[in-house]
Structure formats: C-alpha cells, structure tokens
C-alpha cells in the first residue's frame, strides 16, 4: 500500500490518496491535504464541511453524497462546488480522511 505523509506522521493511503484507517487523519493534516489538492487556505466554511463529512462518516460508515452535503451541512451546492472545486464530495472526503463517499468517480 502506499503512504503519504501529513503533518510529519505517515500515513497508509489507497492509489487515489484517500486514507486506509480514518482513524490516522488529525486536523492538522488537513491543510497539507488540501494544498495538494490545490487549496491554498482552509476557511470557516471548509472546516464546515470538512467536519460534516468525518461526523457522518463515523456515524453512517459512508462520507455524504453532493446533494446531503448541499442539504445538511450548512453551505450550499453552488458554494460547495467553489470551495472544493475538483468534486465537493470526493475532494472534502480526502481533505477529512474519510474514504471516497459511493458514487463518487
């Protein structure tokens, strides 16, 4: 398995650089994430998200889809859609640590 390492700690990824054990992702890891991605900055409304994601997560054992993040979370489809620009679901679902949400390409 590959790794990656976030905030000095290694991590195990799979080939898409989504975490094998959810449970190695800290916060501080998440800026590093997101800069890979292209992110410069993680704001108020990122985080939002961000936490949405890891809460349904450990609750359901599945990140949210587009439309429940749109619904649930508190920002909107349009502004998921340019704070995570590459796919709001999968790409906050890698900043989180989570596994890639079903139905995500």
Known sequence: MPTATYAGRQVTVNDEGFFEHPQ???????????ASAGI??????????????????????SGPTVRLLGKSSGV??????????????????????IPKPRGCI
Request: hydrophobic share 40%; net charge negative.
């Open 76 to 97: 909107s489809v349009k502004e998921l859609y340019a704070l995570f620009p590459k796919g709001p679901a999968k790409l906050a679902a890698k900043i989180a640590g």
């Open 40 to 61: 410069d900055h993680l704001g108020e409304d990122h985080w939002r998200v961000i936490k949405f994601m890891r809460t349904q997560y450990e609750q359901t054992g």
């Open 24 to 34: 190695d992702w800290t916060e501080a890891m998440a800026p590093e994430i997101a």
